[in-house]
Protein backbone atom coordinates (compact mmCIF):
# COMPACT_ATOMS: atom_id res chain seq x y z
CA UNK A 1 0.00 0.00 0.00
CA UNK A 2 1.24 3.73 -0.75
CA UNK A 3 2.19 5.31 2.63
CA UNK A 4 0.63 8.37 1.43
CA UNK A 5 -2.56 6.70 1.40
CA UNK A 6 -1.51 5.12 4.39
CA UNK A 7 -1.02 8.63 5.65
CA UNK A 8 -4.63 9.81 4.47
CA UNK A 9 -6.38 7.12 5.82
CA UNK A 10 -4.97 7.74 9.79
CA UNK A 11 -5.65 11.56 9.44
CA UNK A 12 -9.39 10.58 8.36
CA UNK A 13 -9.74 8.05 11.22
CA UNK A 14 -8.50 11.21 13.43
CA UNK A 15 -10.87 13.33 12.15
CA UNK A 16 -13.83 11.16 12.78
CA UNK A 17 -13.49 10.88 16.87
CA UNK A 18 -16.36 13.10 16.82
CA UNK A 19 -19.53 14.45 15.31
CA UNK A 20 -21.10 17.98 15.72
CA UNK A 21 -24.51 18.07 16.26
CA UNK A 22 -26.21 20.86 14.40
CA UNK A 23 -27.44 24.43 16.49
CA UNK A 24 -31.07 25.69 16.08
CA UNK A 25 -30.78 28.68 14.53
CA UNK A 26 -34.10 29.22 13.63
CA UNK A 27 -32.04 30.34 9.83
CA UNK A 28 -34.05 27.90 8.35
CA UNK A 29 -37.55 28.53 8.98
CA UNK A 30 -39.70 29.82 6.15
CA UNK A 31 -41.00 33.34 6.81
CA UNK A 32 -44.68 33.71 5.41
CA UNK A 33 -45.10 37.20 3.56
CA UNK A 34 -48.98 37.27 4.83
CA UNK A 35 -47.45 37.62 8.47
CA UNK A 36 -45.23 41.16 8.24
CA UNK A 37 -44.77 44.02 10.43
CA UNK A 38 -45.79 47.32 9.96
CA UNK A 39 -43.50 49.18 12.66
CA UNK A 40 -39.97 50.53 12.62
CA UNK A 41 -37.63 48.17 11.02
CA UNK A 42 -40.11 46.15 9.47
CA UNK A 43 -39.65 42.10 9.40
CA UNK A 44 -41.79 38.92 9.47
CA UNK A 45 -43.03 36.64 11.52
CA UNK A 46 -44.50 33.19 12.24
CA UNK A 47 -47.27 33.14 15.41
CA UNK A 48 -49.48 29.45 14.28
CA UNK A 49 -51.90 28.51 11.75
CA UNK A 50 -55.29 30.61 11.14
CA UNK A 51 -57.71 29.14 13.29
CA UNK A 52 -61.67 28.39 12.73
CA UNK A 53 -63.72 31.60 14.16
CA UNK A 54 -64.08 30.95 17.49
CA UNK A 55 -62.15 28.03 18.09
CA UNK A 56 -58.17 27.37 18.04
CA UNK A 57 -56.08 25.24 16.32
CA UNK A 58 -52.29 23.43 17.54
CA UNK A 59 -49.47 23.75 14.89
CA UNK A 60 -45.78 23.62 15.05
CA UNK A 61 -42.79 24.33 13.46
CA UNK A 62 -39.45 22.82 13.02
CA UNK A 63 -35.91 23.86 12.96
CA UNK A 64 -32.84 22.44 13.38
CA UNK A 65 -34.77 19.10 13.08
CA UNK A 66 -36.36 19.70 16.51
CA UNK A 67 -40.09 20.80 16.87
CA UNK A 68 -41.76 23.87 18.36
CA UNK A 69 -45.49 23.67 19.84
CA UNK A 70 -47.60 26.41 19.65
CA UNK A 71 -51.41 26.94 19.87
CA UNK A 72 -53.86 29.92 18.00
CA UNK A 73 -57.23 30.62 19.17
CA UNK A 74 -59.86 33.02 17.98
CA UNK A 75 -61.85 34.78 20.08
CA UNK A 76 -63.94 36.52 17.70
CA UNK A 77 -64.36 40.03 17.14
CA UNK A 78 -61.09 40.29 15.03
CA UNK A 79 -58.96 39.17 18.35
CA UNK A 80 -56.72 36.21 17.96
CA UNK A 81 -53.96 35.30 20.59
CA UNK A 82 -51.28 32.49 20.61
CA UNK A 83 -49.15 30.71 22.64
CA UNK A 84 -46.04 28.19 22.68
CA UNK A 85 -43.56 29.68 20.11
CA UNK A 86 -43.45 31.79 17.48
CA UNK A 87 -40.39 33.10 15.10
CA UNK A 88 -39.46 36.09 14.30
CA UNK A 89 -36.95 38.88 12.24
CA UNK A 90 -38.47 41.98 13.23
CA UNK A 91 -35.78 44.66 14.77
CA UNK A 92 -38.65 47.12 16.51
CA UNK A 93 -36.20 47.92 20.09
CA UNK A 94 -38.48 51.08 20.52
CA UNK A 95 -42.09 50.72 19.91
CA UNK A 96 -43.84 49.87 23.73
CA UNK A 97 -47.07 48.12 22.29
CA UNK A 98 -48.78 44.94 22.32
CA UNK A 99 -48.22 44.90 18.36
CA UNK A 100 -44.54 45.00 19.15
CA UNK A 101 -44.93 41.39 21.03
CA UNK A 102 -42.05 39.40 18.58
CA UNK A 103 -39.14 41.85 18.23
CA UNK A 104 -36.09 41.18 20.33
CA UNK A 105 -34.83 43.76 22.36
CA UNK A 106 -31.44 43.16 21.35
CA UNK A 107 -32.66 44.71 17.93
CA UNK A 108 -32.40 41.13 16.25
CA UNK A 109 -31.01 37.46 16.60
CA UNK A 110 -28.16 36.37 18.61
CA UNK A 111 -24.90 37.00 17.00
CA UNK A 112 -26.37 39.07 14.28
CA UNK A 113 -28.47 36.70 12.98
CA UNK A 114 -31.95 37.32 11.53
CA UNK A 115 -34.37 35.30 12.93
CA UNK A 116 -35.07 34.11 16.20
CA UNK A 117 -37.62 32.25 18.46
CA UNK A 118 -40.19 34.06 20.79
CA UNK A 119 -41.67 32.06 23.75
CA UNK A 120 -45.23 33.41 25.24
CA UNK A 121 -46.40 31.42 28.28
CA UNK A 122 -50.33 32.05 28.56
CA UNK A 123 -51.66 31.14 31.74
CA UNK A 124 -54.54 29.42 30.09
CA UNK A 125 -52.47 27.45 27.36
CA UNK A 126 -49.99 24.36 27.64
CA UNK A 127 -46.52 25.30 28.52
CA UNK A 128 -44.39 25.91 25.56
CA UNK A 129 -42.14 22.80 24.79
CA UNK A 130 -39.45 22.16 22.43
CA UNK A 131 -39.26 18.40 21.58
CA UNK A 132 -35.78 17.01 19.90
CA UNK A 133 -36.01 14.42 17.00
CA UNK A 134 -33.64 12.45 19.19
CA UNK A 135 -32.48 12.48 23.03
CA UNK A 136 -29.55 15.11 23.20
CA UNK A 137 -27.31 16.73 25.97
CA UNK A 138 -27.38 20.61 25.61
CA UNK A 139 -24.50 22.86 25.66
CA UNK A 140 -26.74 25.86 26.21
CA UNK A 141 -28.33 28.16 24.08
CA UNK A 142 -29.53 32.34 23.96
CA UNK A 143 -31.90 34.30 25.69
CA UNK A 144 -33.11 37.85 25.49
CA UNK A 145 -36.06 39.95 26.30
CA UNK A 146 -38.82 41.08 23.77
CA UNK A 147 -39.13 44.55 23.42
CA UNK A 148 -42.69 44.41 24.50
CA UNK A 149 -41.73 43.00 28.06
CA UNK A 150 -38.65 44.81 28.29
CA UNK A 151 -40.18 48.41 27.59
CA UNK A 152 -43.27 47.16 30.09
CA UNK A 153 -40.85 46.55 33.11
CA UNK A 154 -38.59 49.76 32.66
CA UNK A 155 -41.72 52.34 32.05
CA UNK A 156 -44.89 50.76 33.27
CA UNK A 157 -47.42 50.14 31.41
CA UNK A 158 -51.84 49.83 31.56
CA UNK A 159 -51.30 46.39 33.54
CA UNK A 160 -47.87 46.63 35.00
CA UNK A 161 -45.47 48.37 37.38
CA UNK A 162 -42.28 49.87 36.16
CA UNK A 163 -39.60 47.53 38.05
CA UNK A 164 -38.02 49.00 40.84
CA UNK A 165 -41.04 51.14 41.58
CA UNK A 166 -41.12 54.59 42.26
CA UNK A 167 -38.04 54.83 44.64
CA UNK A 168 -35.85 52.12 42.51
CA UNK A 169 -35.56 50.15 45.64
CA UNK A 170 -38.29 47.45 45.07
CA UNK A 171 -36.88 43.88 44.34
CA UNK A 172 -38.09 42.96 41.37
CA UNK A 173 -37.60 40.46 38.70
CA UNK A 174 -38.69 38.31 35.92
CA UNK A 175 -37.52 34.36 35.75
CA UNK A 176 -37.51 31.93 32.61
CA UNK A 177 -37.40 28.38 33.90
CA UNK A 178 -36.19 26.50 31.28
CA UNK A 179 -36.94 22.20 32.47
CA UNK A 180 -35.07 19.43 30.68
CA UNK A 181 -37.79 16.73 29.99
CA UNK A 182 -36.44 12.43 29.47
CA UNK A 183 -38.19 10.04 26.89
CA UNK A 184 -40.88 8.98 29.36
CA UNK A 185 -41.51 13.46 29.79
CA UNK A 186 -40.51 13.13 33.58
CA UNK A 187 -38.29 16.19 34.39
CA UNK A 188 -34.33 15.73 34.31
CA UNK A 189 -33.54 19.10 36.15
CA UNK A 190 -34.44 22.91 35.76
CA UNK A 191 -32.25 26.09 35.05
CA UNK A 192 -33.23 29.57 35.78
CA UNK A 193 -32.53 32.70 33.61
CA UNK A 194 -32.89 35.79 35.05
CA UNK A 195 -34.51 38.67 32.24
CA UNK A 196 -34.80 41.68 34.71
CA UNK A 197 -33.47 41.91 38.39
CA UNK A 198 -33.84 44.55 40.10
CA UNK A 199 -32.72 42.50 44.07
CA UNK A 200 -29.22 44.24 44.43
CA UNK A 201 -28.56 46.53 47.49
CA UNK A 202 -26.74 48.80 44.84
CA UNK A 203 -29.36 49.64 42.14
CA UNK A 204 -26.33 50.25 39.91
CA UNK A 205 -26.73 46.53 39.11
CA UNK A 206 -29.99 46.19 38.60
CA UNK A 207 -30.91 45.39 35.09
CA UNK A 208 -33.34 44.26 32.03
CA UNK A 209 -31.63 41.84 29.76
CA UNK A 210 -31.10 44.05 26.42
CA UNK A 211 -28.76 42.00 24.76
CA UNK A 212 -28.52 38.18 24.39
CA UNK A 213 -27.17 35.83 27.70
CA UNK A 214 -25.65 32.83 26.61
CA UNK A 215 -27.17 30.03 29.03
CA UNK A 216 -25.51 26.59 30.14
CA UNK A 217 -28.43 24.11 30.07
CA UNK A 218 -25.64 20.80 30.70
CA UNK A 219 -27.01 20.37 34.12
CA UNK A 220 -30.22 18.97 32.66
CA UNK A 221 -28.80 16.02 31.34
CA UNK A 222 -29.92 13.92 28.42
CA UNK A 223 -33.00 15.25 27.52
CA UNK A 224 -35.70 15.08 24.45
CA UNK A 225 -37.87 17.74 25.34
CA UNK A 226 -37.98 21.16 27.30
CA UNK A 227 -40.73 23.03 29.00
CA UNK A 228 -40.66 26.87 29.68
CA UNK A 229 -42.46 28.26 32.17
CA UNK A 230 -42.31 32.08 33.70
CA UNK A 231 -42.53 33.70 37.10
CA UNK A 232 -42.12 37.54 38.37
CA UNK A 233 -42.30 39.74 41.47
CA UNK A 234 -45.54 41.77 39.77
CA UNK A 235 -48.45 39.71 40.66
CA UNK A 236 -52.11 40.54 40.47
CA UNK A 237 -55.37 38.75 40.89
CA UNK A 238 -55.11 37.60 37.15
CA UNK A 239 -51.62 36.07 37.57
CA UNK A 240 -48.52 37.63 36.53
CA UNK A 241 -48.98 41.38 35.34
CA UNK A 242 -45.72 41.58 33.30
CA UNK A 243 -45.90 40.11 29.99
CA UNK A 244 -44.41 36.84 29.73
CA UNK A 245 -42.23 36.64 26.31
CA UNK A 246 -38.84 35.73 26.04
CA UNK A 247 -36.79 35.05 23.15
CA UNK A 248 -34.37 32.56 22.17
CA UNK A 249 -31.55 31.34 19.77
CA UNK A 250 -28.63 29.35 19.25
CA UNK A 251 -29.81 26.24 20.93
CA UNK A 252 -26.76 23.90 21.19
CA UNK A 253 -26.17 20.81 21.51
CA UNK A 254 -22.63 18.70 22.68
CA UNK A 255 -20.75 16.73 20.23
CA UNK A 256 -21.57 13.22 20.32
CA UNK A 257 -18.23 11.50 20.37
CA UNK A 258 -17.59 8.20 17.75
CA UNK A 259 -15.30 6.26 18.93
CA UNK A 260 -12.11 5.85 16.18
CA UNK A 261 -11.82 2.97 14.17
CA UNK A 262 -9.52 0.53 15.24
CA UNK A 263 -8.18 -1.08 12.01
CA UNK A 264 -6.29 2.19 10.31
CA UNK A 265 -4.79 3.14 13.53
CA UNK A 266 -2.85 -0.42 14.03
CA UNK A 267 -2.18 -0.60 10.22
CA UNK A 268 -0.22 2.54 9.74
CA UNK A 269 2.43 1.46 12.85
CA UNK A 270 2.95 -1.52 10.90
CA UNK A 271 2.85 -0.91 7.38
CA UNK A 272 5.55 2.03 8.15
CA UNK A 273 7.90 -0.57 9.96
CA UNK A 274 7.23 -2.75 7.11
CA UNK A 275 8.75 0.41 4.20
CA UNK A 276 11.51 1.35 6.97
CA UNK A 277 12.49 -2.44 7.07
CA UNK A 278 12.73 -2.59 2.62
CA UNK A 279 14.51 0.39 2.49
CA UNK A 280 17.01 -0.42 4.91
CA UNK A 281 17.89 -4.17 2.64
CA UNK A 282 18.21 -1.93 -0.35
CA UNK A 283 20.80 -0.22 1.11
Known amino acids: MNNRLIAAAFVAALGSGAASAATITFEDVAMPNEQSYAGPGGGRYWAGAVPPPLGSVAASFTSGGASFANQRTDWGGGFASWSGF ?16 FSAFAGGGAGGSANYGVGYVSA ?3 APRVDFAAPVTLAGASFTNTTYAA ?5 GDGFAKPFG ?13 VTGRDAQDAVTGTVDVYLADYRFADNDFDYVLDDWRYVSLGSLGTVSALTFTMSSSDVGAFGINTPTYFAIDDI ?5 PVPLPAAPLLLVPACGWVLTRRRARRR
Do not use: R
Not at 151 to 155: E, G, K, P, Q, V
Not at 252 to 256: C, E, G, I, K, W
Open 151 to 155: LSMLN
Open 165 to 177: GTSGDDADWLKLS
Open 86 to 101: AYASTTDTTTAAFSNE
Open 124 to 126: YDA
Open 252 to 256: TPVAT
